[in-house]
């Protein structure tokens, strides 16, 4: 993976990272979530006047991911509701790398070499070990945990693909967003209630606006990525964003950063050294 690339994809991590421990930071996920996408709302209209519109190509895509990412956040905002970030989240970014890695080799005719192989294996692995640890998965939340990782898997092979057929991956990107977080806002506001949802809304400005913006950029940088890299390098080199998250969790959520976890953190660095050399 070229030099460049590999950072901007790092650095997505870290963004990644820090807007999942804002929506698992506040006691309503839902509410904390519906800060974030309801403020992309006038970001992605704004762009979407300035930006050249996507190739009709891609419109397609737009369609099947906005239903997708719905799905998505709705799902991970139950489930970060009703568990530690640090348990259900590797479980969230160690998957789906091994999934869309068989897929990619099956139906997307991309190259992988065989350290690029070992190093998605390695990486998907290191992450999912770190789930073994810690609290016990509530199991109201296994069905909310599946739908997040198919989610991932699907979003993360769409979005590649469309982004690629856009020709314009920002512009894809902001009416991606626009469409979703319009219709999510709805459905959270309906669900929450309208006083419930504004109060939240209006104390934590700031915060909302923020992270939205930590989000889109984080978001932008992956679908710019794939259209420079395979997709299933960008996505687990992008799943790295778990020692992130460990940190923040340890530092700013009171979970414990145990021995097993150091040590998968350590396995998934190795497996992002291998995939900048893949």
Known sequence: MDGFVFLVV?????????????????????LESLNIYIWKIPLT????????????????????????????NYALAYSYQHNDITKVYPIFRGTPPLIILVFSYLFLNETISFIGWI????????????????????????????????????????????????EQSFSYLAWLFFIKGSLYSIIIISQQGYQTSFEHLNNNRIRGIVTSLISFLSYSLILWAVTKAPIVYVAALRETSIIFVGIIGWLFLSEKLSKIKILSIIIIALGAVLLRLS
């Open 119 to 166: 190093a998605v294996i390695i990486t998907s692995l290191g992450i999912l070990s770190i789930s073994f640890t810690g609290s016990i998965i509530q199991k109201k939340s296994i069905l909310s945990i599946s739908l997040v990782t198919l989610s991932i898997v699907t979003y993360s092979i769409i979005d590649g693909l469309g982004a690629r057929a856009s």
């Open 45 to 72: 209209l704004t762009l979407i006047l300035i930006l050249p519109f996507p190739h009709e190509d891609s419109w397609p895509f737009i369609a099947v991911s906005v239903f997708i990412h719905i799905l998505y």
């Open 10 to 30: 790092l650095s997505s991590a870290l963004m990644h990272a820090t807007w999942n421990s804002t929506i698992k930071q506040g006691p309503n996920s839902f």
